[in-house]
Structure formats: C-alpha cells, structure tokens
C-alpha cells in the first residue's frame, strides 16, 4: 500500500514545494549519474525531478520515472512529456500494461533516491525488489540508491520541535510535522502532518521503513548476484563510518 503523502492528489501537490530543487546534495550527485547514462530507470521517482531535470539539461537518451503512486506521477507529466512515465513497481512491471511484465535487460543505470529503497520492510520485498534490478539492468549496468545509516539514528529528530513551513500551492503556507511512532528493530514507523492555510484540518500519513546496516545489506546484495563496487557515507563521496548519515551504495552484476 502506498503511503498517503504519495496517493493522495493534494499531498503530492506539496512535494515539490518541500522538496524542491537541490534542496538536497542528492539531487546534483544522481544528476550527474543519470546524465552519463544511455538508459535510465528512476524506482520510486515520485514526482521525477532528477529526471525532469535531466531533460532540461539535454539528456537525449531513456528516461523511465516507475512509481506506484498516479498522483505523484501526474506532476511530472504536467511538467514533461519526454519521459516515460510509468505506473507501476519492480516486480510487477508497469500496471497498465500487464502483458509486457517486468523490466529485463533494458538499463544502464537504476537508481533509488530519496530514500526510497526503505520503504521494502521485509525480508522477501528486498530480495525480490533486488531481484527484479538485477533483472532489469543491462549486463554491464548499474544500481545505485542510499539508504540511511541506522546508526546515526535519523529518527530522533523527527518530532513536532522540527516542523518545517514552506511557501505552498497559490503562495499558501504549508507545514510538515513528523511524528516518531514505534522503533521496532529496523523498523521505524512514523505519522506526517500537513497542513496549508485554508485546510479545515491538518492530512495526516503514516509509514513505516526499515533501517539495514551496511553489513545486512551488503549481504543482500551478494545474495542477489551484485557486486557492491563502492559506498560512501555522504553526498560528497566521503567514506562510510559509523557516524555517517547515509550509506550511498553503487553496486553491478556480479
């Protein structure tokens, strides 16, 4: 099931706003990657802005943006028609179009940003998420995506004394309040109030992700037949530690 700050029409609306561009060392870093790539498909692309961005720069070749949530898909189609936009997951391929199945040998990069790679909070949907990049990468391709060092403990810092207001939809004040729920092993879970002036009632979403040390997830990967080739522990290829904020992984078919 898709959180409710990615299916929801109105919340999508606002994700650009909170996240906008460069906002975060990240967008330049898979900038660069994509741009160097023939073919490129973007998991979890949310609204697309890498690729959208991508185009604006002058990427002639395959830009594919999979997401299972329409609403934020509609925003980069708003934005760009010169990217394939495609609703849909890893394993099951594009929704609309059953007969063509899954991705296979078909891209020179595949990327995860924003996290997205967290959302898989079970062992069985990392292995076939996992399974189904491989699948999808050409064979001298590569996978590429970040996912948060548990050990620098992200989620203590998600609560109301950190909301954030950004200018919104028609210059609206909009606001974003994170509250930690649950710490249960790897598993965080937390709700997201939003809010915009002239709501009757702040949104609320609830998500759960699942926090892999670099050892677990290096096993996984070994297990899915990749290669871990390089990881850093920051935007700026600084090297992976314990008190690294990410683990940004590049991994190959092995």
């Not at 010169?82 to 595949?110: I, K, M, N, Q, R």
């Not at 004394?161 to 937390?190: I, Q, Y």
């Not at 709501?199 to 997830?217: C, G, I, K, N």
Request: with cysteine; net charge negative.
């Amino acid at each position: 099931m898709v959180d409710r700050h990615f299916s929801s029409p109105d919340l999508a609306e606002l994700y650009d706003h909170f996240n906008n561009w460069q906002s975060s060392p990240q967008d330049d870093f898979y900038l660069d990657l994509v741009m160097e790539a023939r073919s490129v498909l973007d998991v979890g692309c949310g609204t697309g802005k890498i690729q959208r961005v991508a185009r604006e720069r002058g990427h002639t070749g395959r830009l594919v943006g999979l997401d299972p949530a329409d609403a934020m898909l509609e925003v980069g189609r708003r934005d760009r028609d010169d990217v394939e936009w495609t609703l849909g997951d890893l394993v099951a391929g594009p929704y609309d179009d059953e007969a063509s199945g899954p991705f296979e040998d078909e891209f020179d990069l595949v990327i995860m940003s924003g996290h997205a790679f967290q959302v898989f909070v079970t062992d069985e949907e990392v292995r076939a998420n996992l399974a189904a990049v491989r699948r999808a990468l050409t064979a001298g391709g590569r996978f590429v995506f970040e996912t948060r060092n548990p050990a620098f403990r992200a989620w203590e810092a998600w609560s109301p004394e950190r909301s954030r207001t950004v200018r919104g939809p028609d210059g609206r004040d909009a606001t974003c309040v994170h509250r930690l729920r649950e710490v249960d092993g790897e598993l965080v879970t937390f709700t997201s109030d939003y809010s915009v002036d002239g709501w009757p009632e702040p949104v609320v979403s609830r998500s759960t992700l699942r926090f892999l040390d670099a050892a677990r997830l290096n096993g996984f990967l070994e297990e899915a037949g990749f290669t871990v080739t390089a990881q850093y522990g920051y935007w700026d290829r600084g090297p992976l530690t314990d008190a690294s904020m990410e683990i940004i992984t590049f991994a190959r078919p092995a």
